[in-house]
């Protein structure tokens, strides 16, 4: 067996791009190394460059492996070559950062050398920071939901879009749901384009009650599709299109046509799967760019709505409170730890456990200062009122924040 190599360098386009450790393992089950990542970029970078080329990008780095948590760096690093652009983003809470923009297939091997395996631009091209030319649909099931909900509510979606004059652009996320992208003119700016995506939402779940939901909080939407519109809020990003995801079969965000949408399956699009059928059929998202549409009718229809409805507020803070029975039962610095704690709490009150849904439980994934951490509630809605225990001390309680001095806490 011939020893790993330290590194090799590759020429894309007449761009020299390091490429460290190359024969380290990824993905251990399909058996991909690094190098084959880069490799795979390469193979779609037309496409993958579509989605993600030009805008400036978040570094989701998994350095330590799929099995071990990412940490997303926004400012780009200081001894990146010249094919790396850059963007300077102001953020809501007052900080900035000087963020890549990637622009060639170049960009990519580059990107995909710092651990980078899900590509997440911001909606907006680098020229002009403030004003989204993409509005994200992430249709989102909630467990116990399967793909032909998902997929049906992707066609009441793109009635809806046809309606107000908009293309969608349906894409797997790489995981268990559905990505719609829309081109639009950058005429409008973050919160309209937030409104928009809401109307939107909102309009699907008039349509199909039960089917789909845009209730903001995850213990009032049941076994529904969330149309989660807060993916178009300022400083959100998504995993563009043909982005790896950290799932053990290396799974792609691939873009499908319209008449796959029903016939197709996530599971079917890998790292080993997407480059022939790219090679063989070409990226379906190609015309994207040439289907720019505008968000008056999004807003027309948003003024015939009227203001959505808000969740109670309560609290000296201010803070919008859930109506729902809810309980929260952990936090944890990992997603096993958190279904680990999961078991704990429910071999605890075997009662409760029989009466649960799988919509009532819910492990989110919550960022920390500078990786994800997870907190674990339990929504006690089925739950006969007299068996229902209270809110008691967390299985595992993981403080996120720990050594680190932010305004409000201490050290």
Known sequence: ??????????????????????????????????????????????????????????????????????????????????????????????????????????????????????????????????????????????????????????????????????????????????????????????????????????????????????????????????????????????ASAYSIRPLPDARVSTPLRWDEVRLRRPEEFTVLTVPGRYAENGDPHEGIDDAVGTLDGLLRLADELGPAEKAPRSGADGRRQSTMPLIEVARTKTKPEALDALEVWKSGHPSVESQLHPADVMIDGMRGSSSLWYRVRVNLQHVVEAERPPQEALIADYDPWAGKTWPGREA
Not at 26 to 51: H, M, N, W
Not at 162 to 168: A, P, Q, S
């Open 1 to 238: 067996m011939s020893p790993a190599r330290k590194e090799v360098f590759l020429d894309v386009d007449g761009h020299e791009v390091r490429i460290s450790s190359p024969d380290k393992i990824v993905f251990p089950e399909p058996g991909l190394s690094k190098l084959d990542i880069v490799q795979y970029y390469l193979a779609v970078a037309e496409g993958a460059l579509r989605g993600a080329g030009g805008r400036p990008m978040v570094l989701k780095r998994f350095v330590k492996g799929i099995d071990q948590e990412a940490f997303f760096q926004k400012r780009v690093p200081e001894n990146h070559p010249d094919f790396i652009d850059t963007a300077t983003l102001q953020y809501a809470r007052g900080t900035s950062a000087e963020e890549a923009v990637i622009r060639d297939a170049a960009g990519l091997a580059w990107i995909a050398n710092l651990g980078c395996l899900d590509l997440n631009p911001h909606p907006v091209r680098a020229e002009d920071l403030d004003h989204p030319d993409e509005l994200r649909i992430d249709l989102d099931p909630m467990p116990g939901v399967d793909w032909t909900q998902i997929v049906d509510v992707a066609f009441i979606a793109r009635e809806v879009l046809d309606e107000c004059g908009l293309v969608g652009w349906p894409k797997t996320s790489g995981s268990r749901g559905l990505h719609i992208l829309v081109r639009i003119d950058p005429r409008w700016d973050y919160p309209q384009v937030r409104l928009a995506a809401e109307t939107l939402a909102r309009e699907v779940e008039n349509r199909a009650p039960g089917l789909a939901t845009a209730r903001w909080w995850k213990e009032e939407r049941g076994e529904s599709v969330f149309v989660d519109f807060n993916q178009n809020a300022k400083d959100r990003t998504v």
